[in-house]
Each structure stands twice: as structure tokens, then as C-alpha cells.
């Protein structure tokens, strides 16, 4: 079983452009969360979507962030107009349904996204 | 405002010694305490989980503690290994909305030296 599947693991953009960050999760699994991490600092939740809904993007910024999660292929984080200070690692990680509140996420190694 | 600590933020250790990093939360309502393990530029990899009720687990050579009255836990490590080089995570689940959002804090960097 191949885990959480992060591509790109390196992304360079300069400022104002888009940036698209895609997230496999785990076979079998329909949750995905979205995490930031600064540097020198700890990961910071961002979004939590189920296939086709977000259920929770209390930890997105209001502008130019978006997520979604269709119901075929991967979830997907979109950041529009990047600035210097999105540059950080992205990381995702999923579970399967029906879980149960004490069931670990699963991580994928992450996207660095440096902006120039 | 939810929150995890740890300490130390780093440690240096001889490879075979134990050692043991430090935990310290203030997140409510508390649903669960996990330990993760990152090697550099990997994703976190999953420990331990600990509910209200687990005073210990035990995953190999690694064993966690809970005390969720003091809220504190602890990471113990016994007889390193190289391998064991890595940041160590303490993940706090506040369990609201019936679903796990983790708060992490920023982590005990460990380097095992021959």
C-alpha cells in the first residue's frame, strides 16, 4: 500500500504567482488535512475536508488560499498571489472513514514551497 | 489558548544511552496525546496515542507516560540508536467537533552520536 503521495516536494515560485499543492491520500481513506509549518516552528492545522466538502478551514487564511477535495483524484491547496512569507512545508495527511477519534493520520513527506 | 511545550528544544546523547523529552499541554477539551518522530524533510510518523484513560504505551524501544492531571507527558528512549536522530513531536487532540485537530508543538530535535 503506497502512503500519503506529495507532489510536488519542492516548488519554486515568485511572488504573485499561483501555487498548486496536490495531496494522494492513502488508499481507502476519504479525510485529508492540510498542515503548515514554518520554520523552527511546529506544524500548524490548516484545513480538515472530507470527498467534496471542507469541514473545517478555521486554520486558513481567508485570501488566496483555497482547498478542495473532488470526488476523483487528489485534494489540492491552492495558494493565489504568493508572497515571501508563504514559504514553508505543506504537509498532508489522511485517514480512513468511519474513524475513530483515536486513529492516527497518516502523513505524507511534504511540499516546500519557496518563494522568490 | 491551546498549547503544547516541549523540553527540551534539543539533545545530544551518546548512542545506547536513554533519554527522555518533556511534554506540557493546555489544551481543552482533551481527547488524546500523541508522539510523532520527523527525520528531516520527512512527513511525522506516528508513535504513540494516548487517551484520557492510558497512563503508559509502549512502542518498541519507545515508551510514553500521561499524566492527565498534571498535564504533562513524557517520551522515553531506551538504548538509542543512530537511527533514533530526529525530531520528536508532542500532538495534542482537542476532539471538539468529534473529529481529531491536532495542535503540535514544535518539537525536541535528538541527535545520537556514536
Excluded at chain 2, 12 to 26: P, R, S
Excluded at chain 2, 63 to 77: E, N, P, V
Aim: aromatic share 8%; with cysteine.
Amino acid at each position: 500500500n503506497a502512503g500519503v503521495m506529495q507532489n510536488p516536494r519542492h516548488l519554486v515560485r515568485r511572488r504573485g504567482q499561483e501555487a498548486r499543492l496536490r495531496c494522494s491520500p492513502m488508499k481507502g481513506h476519504s479525510h485529508v488535512y492540510w498542515y503548515r509549518q514554518l520554520p523552527e516552528e511546529g506544524l500548524k492545522f490548516m484545513v480538515y475536508l472530507q470527498k467534496e466538502n471542507i469541514i473545517d478551514e478555521s486554520g486558513m487564511p481567508k485570501e488566496r488560499f483555497s482547498a478542495e477535495f473532488p470526488k476523483e483524484g487528489p485534494s489540492i491547496l491552492r495558494i493565489q498571489q504568493v508572497v515571501r512569507g508563504d514559504s514553508a512545508a505543506y504537509f498532508c495527511a489522511s485517514s480512513p472513514p468511519g474513524q475513530g477519534i483515536n486513529q492516527p493520520q497518516h502523513f505524507g513527506d511534504g511540499t516546500r514551497l519557496s518563494i522568490l | 489558548k491551546n498549547q503544547v511545550e516541549q523540553s527540551p528544544q534539543s539533545l545530544i546523547i551518546l548512542e545506547g544511552k536513554n533519554c527522555t523529552l518533556q511534554c506540557n499541554y493546555t489544551v481543552s477539551p482533551f481527547s488524546n496525546l500523541r508522539w510523532y518522530k520527523q527525520d528531516t524533510g520527512r512527513g511525522p510518523v506516528s508513535l504513540t496515542i494516548m487517551t484520557f484513560s492510558e497512563n503508559t504505551k509502549s512502542n518498541g524501544r519507545y515508551t510514553a507516560t500521561l499524566d492527565a492531571d498534571t498535564k504533562q507527558s513524557s517520551l522515553h528512549i531506551t538504548a538509542s540508536q543512530l537511527s533514533d536522530s530526529a525530531s520528536y513531536i508532542c500532538v495534542v487532540s482537542d476532539g471538539a467537533g468529534g473529529y481529531n485537530k491536532l495542535i503540535f508543538g514544535a518539537g525536541t530535535r535528538l541527535a545520537v552520536h556514536p
